[in-house]
C-alpha cells in the first residue's frame, strides 16, 4: 500500500515521537485559557469519528485492531452511540476492519470505520423508513446518521492480488439511531476509484486511489433538503452522495506545488456560518518529512459547485489535521494529529475564529495524543477522540475538553 496516503500512518507513536516531532516549532501563541481536559470514554481501539445529534447523544466510530498474520479483514471495527452524558453505549454495531503490515517490526494498521456525522433530534424512535432521505428527516425533528469506511473494494482487491474481498469497504452507511442497524447507501470507494483511474493525470504517480475519510450531512439552508458529503483522502476529492447513492465531484482539493510532494489528503469537512464547505488537510509527507510541522490548510468549498471548479485558501498553519467541526460560536476547530507538543506526545486542537483565520489556537497542551476525532457536545465541550493511530490494544479514548467562557 501507498503509505503516504494512509491515516493510520506506517509509522510507530514513539517513531513519530523520537525522530520527526519533538522539539519541532509552533506557528501559534501559547493557549490563553486553561482548559480542564479529563477522559469520557476509555479502553476504545483506534477512534476516529465523533458525532452528536441534536439530543446531545454522541456517536463514536473505531476502525478496531488488527488480527493474525501481516495483513488481512478483522471483524473489529464498530460504530457506537452513548446516550447525552453517559460513558455507556446504549448500542454498537460491528464492522469490518482492513490491517496492514507496513514495518515488520511494528504492528499493522488498521483502517475501517472512520468519518461520523448527524443530524436531526429524533434519534431515539425508529426510523420511518417510507420517507425519502433527500428532502425529508423522517420523522419529528429527524435523525440522519451517516458513516464512512475506508479504502475501496477494488482497490484493495488490486492491491491485495485479489486475495482480500473487503465487503464493506469504502462504503458510505445510513444508522439507525434508534437500534444502530445499518444500510450501505452508497459505494463511494468504488466510484471515486473508478474516477481516479479515468483522470491519472491529476495525479499519474498514484492513481487510482480511493481512500474515503470524511463525511458531513447538512441541511440546505434555501431548498431544506438533507445533503451528504464526503472528503476522499485518497481521491483528494470532495464529493455529494446523490438520493440514488452516485456521486457529484464538487472539488479536487490541490496538492503541494513542489513535487514529489503532491499529497495534500482531505480528510474533514465542516460547514460554516456563511453555508460553504470548509476542508482541511492531512499534508503528512510534507509535515513529517519534508518542511516540517505547520503545512496543512483548509480550504473553502462551495457545496453547489462542480468539478474542476477550484477551492479557495481559507487557513494555514495547521499540522496533519484528521477531523474538523464548528462550534456555536462560529469558531473551526481541527484534531491535529502530529502536532509536536514540549509537553507531551505529538497530538492537538487549534481553534481558529472563522472572522479571523489567520489566528491559530492550540489548547491541548500534550494532553491529547494522537486525536482523530471533534465534536461539540451538547453542553458546550468539546470532544475529541485520542491515540487514534497507536495499534496497542484498548489505548484509544475519547477525552472531554471544557473551556469554561465558551461552554453553553
Not at 37 to 60: E, K, M
Not at 337 to 359: C, E, K, W
Not at 375 to 397: F, H, K, R, T
Request: aromatic residues 8%; hydrophobic residues 35%.
Amino acid at each position: 500500500m501507498r503509505g503516504k496516503r494512509r491515516i493510520a500512518a506506517a509509522i510507530t507513536v514513539l517513531g513519530v515521537v523520537g525522530v520527526n516531532l519533538v522539539g519541532a516549532p509552533t506557528s501559534v501563541a501559547e493557549g490563553r485559557h486553561s482548559p480542564k481536559i479529563t477522559t469520557f470514554i476509555p479502553g476504545l481501539n483506534a477512534p476516529r469519528g465523533l458525532a452528536v445529534d441534536g439530543q446531545g447523544n454522541l456517536y463514536v466510530s473505531e476502525s478496531g485492531s488488527a488480527g493474525p498474520g501481516p495483513f488481512g479483514l478483522a471483524d473489529t471495527g464498530r460504530v457506537s452511540k452513548y446516550p447525552r452524558g453517559s460513558s455507556t453505549a446504549a448500542w454498537s454495531t460491528g464492522f469490518q476492519t482492513l490491517y496492514a503490515t507496513q514495518d515488520p517490526s511494528q504492528p499493522p494498521d488498521v483502517l475501517g470505520p472512520e468519518g461520523i456525522t448527524a443530524l436531526g433530534s429524533g434519534c431515539t424512535t425508529h426510523r420511518r423508513h417510507n420517507k425519502s432521505d433527500e428532502g425529508d428527516d423522517g420523522g419529528r425533528g429527524g435523525c440522519q446518521i451517516r458513516m464512512i469506511m475506508s479504502e475501496s473494494h477494488d482497490g484493495i482487491a488490486a492491491l491485495s492480488g485479489a486475495t482480500l474481498d473487503a465487503t464493506q469497504a469504502g462504503l458510505l452507511y445510513r444508522l439507525d439511531g434508534a437500534t444502530g442497524a445499518a444500510t450501505a447507501v452508497s459505494d463511494v470507494g468504488d466510484q471515486m476509484y473508478k474516477f481516479t483511474g479515468d483522470n491519472k493525470q491529476l495525479f499519474p504517480d498514484d492513481f487510482p486511489d480511493s481512500n474515503p475519510y470524511g463525511v458531513l450531512i447538512t441541511r440546505d439552508g434555501e431548498t431544506h433538503k438533507v445533503r451528504t458529503f464526503v472528503a476522499d483522502a485518497g481521491a483528494n476529492t470532495i464529493n455529494e452522495v446523490m438520493a440514488d447513492g452516485t456521486l457529484r465531484v464538487i472539488s479536487y482539493i490541490p496538492n503541494e506545488i513542489a513535487p514529489p510532494f503532491r499529497d495534500s489528503t482531505p480528510t474533514c469537512i465542516a460547514e460554516g456560518p456563511d453555508g460553504m464547505l470548509y476542508v482541511a488537510t492531512l499534508n503528512f509527507v510534507a509535515n513529517l518529512f519534508v518542511f516540517g510541522s505547520g503545512q496543512s490548510n483548509v480550504w473553502r468549498v462551495d457545496p453547489n459547485a462542480s468539478f474542476p471548479t477550484e477551492p479557495t485558501l481559507w487557513a494555514t498553519g495547521l499540522t496533519t489535521a484528521t477531523a474538523c467541526t464548528f462550534d456555536r460560536h462560529d469558531n473551526f476547530w481541527a484534531t491535529e494529529l502530529f502536532q509536536p507538543n514540549a509537553a507531551g506526545p505529538p497530538g492537538d486542537v487549534v481553534r481558529i475564529p472563522f472572522d479571523h483565520p489567520d489566528q491559530l489556537e492550540r489548547i491541548g497542551g500534550g494532553e491529547l495524543p494522537l486525536p482523530g476525532g471533534i465534536a461539540q457536545g451538547s453542553d458546550g465541550s468539546m470532544y475529541v477522540s485520542v491515540n487514534s493511530a497507536n495499534p496497542e490494544l484498548n489505548s484509544g479514548a475519547v477525552m472531554k475538553i471544557r473551556l469554561g467562557e465558551h461552554d453553553d
